[in-house]
């Protein structure tokens, strides 16, 4: 049973920079961050395979960034240029990255931190 744990979230005003972090045990999946903003549907922010390779949404391209410590199990993503369309609550996940780019996400989800963007 992989077990994970986020931090980081917080109240940040547009243009700020926040970074989260989740730290799992025993995973060596992908790993990845959705976002669930109120009234809608959960999405995928951005997720990075134990060798590197990454995926992003087109909405968070150029300005969040995955990056992940192996030796620690733990993702980071550090999001910069926040927008107030960024505010909700992030969720780590793991899963797997096809070499076709499709991720398909396991059942394993953090309790969620969240983000708030204040324009």
């Known amino acids: 049973q992989v077990q994970l744990v986020e931090s980081g979230g917080g109240l940040v005003q547009a243009g700020g920079s926040l970074r989260l972090s989740c730290a799992a045990s025993?995973?060596?999946?992908?790993m990845g961050w959705y976002r669930q903003a109120p009234g809608k549907q959960r999405e995928l922010v951005a997720v990075i395979t134990s060798g590197g390779r990454t995926k992003y949404a087109d909405s968070v391209k150029g300005r969040f960034t995955i990056s992940r410590d192996n030796a620690k199990n733990t993702v980071y993503l550090q999001m910069n240029s926040l927008k107030p369309e960024d505010t909700a609550v992030y969720y780590c996940?793991?899963?797997?990255?096809?070499?076709?780019?499709?991720?398909?996400?396991?059942?394993?989800w953090g309790q969620g931190t969240q983000v708030t963007v204040s324009s």
């Open positions: 996940n793991v899963g797997d990255l096809t070499s076709s780019g499709r991720y398909y996400p396991y059942d394993h």
């Open positions: 025993g995973s060596t999946f992908a």
